[in-house]
């Protein structure tokens, strides 16, 4: 159980081969209808490959991880890997991190010294946090084949461990959006006591009306978003949480077709207006996506979707997140409920922000924004309900 350093360093000849996969690809036809319409457009993925291709700097990426203490150690029969980044201020807040589908680590970096070094970014060092930011079990750098497959509740449970037997934060703040929002809102009610607040850019609320027989004005307009959402939108959670194996042997075989799957996401889900550069830089999205691919982890990152689908909800019927929460809404998030819908999850609700730019990518998009949102809802919690920290 014992972290032991770790440095990312693919092979050469892996990044040879992608090179020579990339070369040789394969790209279908364009179909009728406006670009985009039904899936990524021809000539901009043939644009996209040959860039990975010819100009992508893998080795820059790398580096851009590097920079940053990472770690490994032996949890619930896996090899987790995680960032552990202390702060720079008079008592750093733990502050636990967590990434989702198609993310990983790589969302992370801009923000992360944002959090950690407040005072270098115009903050007050008073509101510094020491950042652990694990990559989800299955997903890149936390994944070997042969290991067992996890799903929230079981992501939940392995955090709580690294973050109180492991790193000895007995109390601690956590951040999700995407399966992040729903690992922290399950450890917001399973592991209530160990921590400080919950903060959130995507909400886990029931998704079917029928759970809600007397909806407000508000509520029925989400549940209107909502069926288009659930019928134009939702096709990569069927196959991912139905038959993932068999998307898995196309994506972890061919570079073009796991970028084409992972770049729909970005194109749809971030505050792009239809170009995506203009929300995430094209290298920090070939990061992501290379790391996926170096990894071969896209097929065990489905695991999530497989068990959402034949498990129970993570947060149990009629129980509800009671602790400290915070919330900052997105404009092009994928789903933005209502507070009053949120409001029966999660009870005590400090602090909800309707943000002016930004997607499903924050971290990424907007890191300066949600760092500051992070950084103002703990604030008050830290003297409400101060950290504990024993080190093992």
């Avoid at 040959?50 to 790398?62: S, V, Y």
């Avoid at 890149?140 to 996890?150: A, K, M």
């Avoid at 029925?220 to 288009?228: A, C, I, P, Q, S």
């Avoid at 400090?350 to 730019?357: E, G, I, K, L, S």
Wanted: with cysteine.
């Amino acid at each position: 159980m014992k972290p032991v350093p770790f440095e990312l360093q693919v092979p050469q000849a892996d990044i040879d081969d992608l090179k020579a996969r990339l070369a040789r690809t394969r790209l279908p036809e364009q179909p009728p209808g406006e670009p985009w319409s039904t899936g990524p457009e021809r000539a901009w993925m043939a644009q996209l490959v040959e860039t990975w291709r010819e100009r992508f700097d893998w080795r820059a990426q790398e580096a851009r991880l590097n920079a940053f203490a990472q770690y490994k150690t032996t949890l619930h029969g896996i090899d987790l890997h995680y960032l552990h980044v202390p702060g720079k201020g008079p008592d750093p807040m733990p502050l636990l991190m967590s990434h989702g589908w198609p993310g990983s680590v790589f969302e992370f970096l801009k923000i992360i010294p944002m959090l950690t070094d407040p005072a270098a970014h115009g903050g007050d060092p008073r509101d510094a946090f020491t950042v652990v930011a694990p990559s989800l079990p299955g997903y890149g750098l936390s994944f070997t084949p042969g290991q067992p497959r996890f799903g929230v509740n079981a992501i939940a449970d392995c955090f709580a461990t690294l973050m109180t037997d492991v790193l000895g934060y007995r109390r601690f703040g956590t951040q999700g959006g995407d399966w992040g929002g729903f690992i922290t809102s399950r450890m917001g009610h399973a592991y209530a006591e160990r921590l400080i607040g919950i903060h959130l850019n995507l909400l886990a609320v029931r998704r079917e009306p029928s759970v809600f027989p007397d909806p407000s004005a508000e509520e029925t307009r989400y549940f209107e978003e909502l069926k288009t959402w659930l019928r134009e939108e939702t096709g990569y959670q069927w196959i991912q949480g139905t038959k993932p194996q068999t998307l898995a042997y196309a994506l972890t075989d061919s570079p073009a077709g796991l970028a084409a799957w992972i770049v729909e996401k970005f194109h749809s889900w971030s505050d792009c207006h239809g170009e995506i550069a203009s929300a995430v830089p094209i290298d920090e999205m070939l990061a992501n996506i290379s790391l996926y691919w170096f990894t071969g982890a896209i097929g065990s990152s489905f695991w999530p979707y497989y068990d959402r689908m034949h498990t129970p909800w993570p947060i149990p019927d009629k129980a509800a997140v009671t602790i400290p929460t915070g919330y900052a809404e997105f404009p092009r998030e994928m789903l933005r409920p209502p507070r009053a819908l949120a409001q029966r999850v999660y009870t005590d609700i400090r602090r909800w922000t309707v943000m002016p730019r930004g997607g499903h990518f924050a971290a990424m998009e907007q890191p300066a924004l949600l760092a500051g949102e992070v950084r103002e809802f703990f604030r008050g919690l830290r003297r409400e309900r101060p950290h504990s920290v024993d080190r093992p």
